[in-house]
């Protein structure tokens, strides 16, 4: 099997079972678009330096294994921001939509008693205790990753404080950047920090948003999250995201919940 999650074509990229989430092994995790969508923005030309601020992605339809047509579009184009809009079509159906916001990079020297950086209050990932996978539930996404939970598990019900890192490439003969990281790692919320048992209920999100403040360093992203369930259906996963210099950006997931 191809170790990438992507092989890149022209506007077509074709998703390797590597995609696959735990709801069905035919259908994509949504770290996967998600951070796919990072990647496209990223390689979009701006007119000044720019990092990724701000993404939000809709899961607008399950998407399957297989070929995906990407359609990249600038909304808003300006010296100090950039709007993008990526879509990830299966044939003529649009089952991703992300919008993308770019900010132009300035480094600025704050004033002395500003924090630039928020100090981490979990320990960092060589403290962490190593994912046990569960025989019950097939995840071949995961299996790019490796996982180090410092507070919570899969198997316990509340928040959770788990360290990610990605050693799978999302694309094939591409770096993952920290964009790319953040992102795929952000779309963990739900799975971390559920409050349901996943062999009685499906709670799938429907969206993602992801806010950084500044880009991560290094290989290894703190998912620091939580769910919290309205009376209709519905809830919320939301995280901190850190690295091991502190607190980097945030993450919020609307949630759809259901009986299986």
């Known amino acids: 099997m191809p170790e990438h999650v992507y092989r890149l074509e022209?506007?077509?990229?074709?998703?390797?079972?590597h995609a696959a989430g735990p709801w069905n092994p035919q259908?994509?995790?949504?770290g996967a678009p998600s951070s796919l969508i990072a990647w496209v923005a990223e390689r979009m030309p701006t007119r000044e330096p720019m990092q990724i601020a701000r993404l939000t992605?809709?899961?607008?339809?399950?998407?399957?294994?297989?070929?995906?047509?990407?359609?990249?579009?600038?909304?808003?184009?300006g010296r100090k921001i950039q709007l993008c809009s990526v879509?990830?079509?299966?044939?003529?159906?649009?089952?991703?939509?992300?919008t993308?916001?770019?900010?132009?990079?300035?480094?600025t020297a704050w004033p002395p008693d500003t924090r630039a950086t928020e100090a981490l209050d979990?320990?960092?990932p060589e403290q962490g205790k190593p994912l046990q996978r569960s025989p019950d539930i097939a995840n071949a996404f995961v299996t790019g990753l490796s996982l180090r939970f410092v507070r919570g598990s899969f198997e316990t019900p509340g928040?959770?404080?788990?360290?990610f890192r990605a050693h799978r490439p999302i694309v094939a003969g591409e770096p993952?950047?920290?964009?790319?990281?953040?992102?795929?790692?952000?779309?963990?919320?739900?799975?971390?920090?559920?409050?349901?048992?996943?062999?009685?209920?499906t709670f799938i999100n429907g969206d993602l948003t992801v806010s950084l403040a500044r880009l991560p360093v290094g290989e290894w992203i703190l998912l620091d999250a939580q769910t919290w369930l309205g009376d209709q259906g519905a809830g919320i996963s939301f995280a901190r995201l850190g690295d091991e210099h502190g607190y980097f950006g945030r993450a919020v997931q609307s949630l759809v919940v259901e009986p299986r």
């Open 10 to 17: 022209g506007s077509t990229a074709f998703a390797t079972a």
């Open 57 to 77: 992605v809709d899961l607008l339809r399950p998407v399957p294994i297989g070929p995906l047509t990407i359609s990249s579009e600038v909304v808003r184009e």
């Open 159 to 163: 928040p959770s404080s788990v360290w």
């Open 87 to 98: 879509r990830l079509l299966t044939g003529d159906t649009e089952v991703v939509r992300g």
């Open 122 to 124: 979990v320990p960092g």
């Open 100 to 107: 993308v916001l770019k900010i132009r990079s300035d480094a």
């Open 27 to 30: 259908l994509q995790h949504g």
């Open 176 to 201: 993952i950047s920290p964009a790319m990281r953040a992102t795929l790692t952000a779309d963990f919320c739900n799975g971390v920090s559920a409050v349901l048992d996943f062999k009685r209920w």
